[in-house]
């Protein structure tokens, strides 16, 4: 079966004027979409989407756009199931006649994407529906919306795309198996959302270093940096050493925050041991840092939902089918963030205290080097004897030895 395209083979697609099909996950429509540039769209291209789409033709610009354009939201109170931003529609004033042909329509999503066309240049209603973007891409919201927009962006080209949703011969959606297959026949790049995502934390900066300050604690004396994310403003916290030496193979430990055990003091979880004990070796080590990453509540579900969960766990349920339940993945973290933290300390290898392969898997998967996994073994008790073992025998975390110890065993 033919792969996926590279985001980079995407990218030069989408600047020479050519077709991208974009693809999202089962969890959302698990559908794919024709995209290409609105400035760049001829009515050759449009003809192609039509005959391969749904032909619903769509124009995702950004908000300022919208705004400059006065096109307001379709409805006041969006219950469309992905939540997408519809604008009222419009067709171009200027050059067209019904609106509807391929010719036409094209010239509607090229006028949308030119600046220089203003309010008064578009009819509404028309045949062309705008989307309002989300601020930040995928990175904010992982719909094709967003995709659209970004990849005209990477492509130095205007915010600005047309997009439609690929179906088969008896009108149902296509999926993947056939969104494959029409992409090698046709030879257009495919890609996934996800895959924009991880292209886009790795190759863009995303965090800003704005305070800093000397912290005392029970381990000894670190220094704070705060960082503030670009996408939703969250602050967080490097504790460094005060011998800090990035290259020399810091002991790094990544850590989400838990306010109930880093703070309360919650034996549910041995998030609040595993903290102090990070403290701890770190500062024994006199080389390391500690990030600590908000926003990364109950694996990411936030802090309602976790006590939610808790109260299914006391039902019965343990930590995985207590979210699952809820309607979120067992862990819904990401680690981009926590990556270029890490890269602008310094850090060029570390030894990472964690017993999370994925937190592992995560962080290597934006080119950081990792010499060693430290196993870091909180404290056990009656009430958080199940949830240890449930992370370690349905999420696969590892409470020994690392994978260096290991090598060493079996030579």
């Known amino acids: 079966m033919p792969e996926l395209n590279t985001i980079r083979e995407a990218i030069d697609a989408i600047a020479a004027g050519e077709f991208v099909i974009v693809v999202d996950d089962e969890d959302r429509e698990n559908e794919g979409d024709l995209i290409i540039a609105a400035e760049c769209v001829t009515a050759e291209n449009m003809a192609f989407m039509v005959k391969y789409t749904s032909g619903v033709v769509c124009c995702p610009i950004t908000n300022e756009r919208a705004d400059a354009l006065h096109l307001p939201l379709m409805v006041a109170n969006n219950t ?27 010239l509607t999503c090229k006028a949308l994407a030119d600046d220089n066309v203003a309010a008064s240049g578009f009819a509404r209603p028309g045949h062309i529906f705008p989307l309002r973007a989300r601020a930040g891409g995928v990175l904010k919201r992982a719909g094709h919306t967003e995709a659209a927009v970004d990849l005209a962006t990477m492509a130095g080209l205007s915010p600005a795309g047309v997009i439609s949703e690929i179906v088969s011969e008896d009108g149902t959606m296509a999926r993947l198996p056939e969104l494959l297959e029409f992409a090698q026949l046709h030879d257009i790049p495919i890609i996934s959302i996800a895959d924009m995502i991880r292209y886009r934390n790795r190759h863009e900066r995303l965090v800003d270093r704005f305070a800093s300050a000397r912290i005392p604690t029970q381990y000894g004396e670190f220094e704070a940096h705060i960082y503030r994310s670009a996408l939703d403003e969250v ?65 990411g579900i936030g802090l309602g939902h976790k006590m939610r969960a808790y109260a299914l766990q ?53 080119n950081l080097k990792i010499v060693e996994r430290v196993p870091l073994i909180g404290k056990e008790s009656p009430e958080n004897i199940r949830y240890l073992q449930t992370k370690e025998e349905r ?17």
Request: aromatic share 4%; hydrophobic share 35%.
């Open 80 to 106: 469309e199931a992905m939540g997408t931003a519809f604008t009222v529609s419009v067709d171009v004033a200027e050059g067209t006649s019904t609106g509807i042909s391929a010719s036409d329509r094209s």
């Open 235 to 299: 602050e967080h916290v490097a504790l460094v050493t005060s011998d800090f030496a990035p290259t020399d193979g810091p002991l790094v430990r990544v850590h989400s925050e838990c306010l109930t055990g880093d703070a309360l003091g919650s034996i549910r979880c041995d998030c609040g041991s595993q903290l102090d004990l990070a403290m701890e070796l770190i500062s024994q080590n006199g080389n390391g840092a500690i990030i600590y990453l908000r926003g990364h509540e109950g694996r």
């Open 314 to 366: 006391d039902e019965g349920l343990d930590t995985v089918d207590a979210n699952v339940a809820l309607g979120f993945p067992p862990d819904s973290r990401e680690y981009g963030i926590g990556a270029q933290i890490i890269a602008d300390l310094g850090i060029e290898q570390m030894r990472l205290l964690t017993n999370n392969p994925a937190k592992y898997g995560g962080l290597e998967g934006y």
């Open 395 to 411: 999420m696969g975390h590892l409470m020994a030895a690392s994978p260096k110890d290991n090598e060493e065993d079996s030579a």
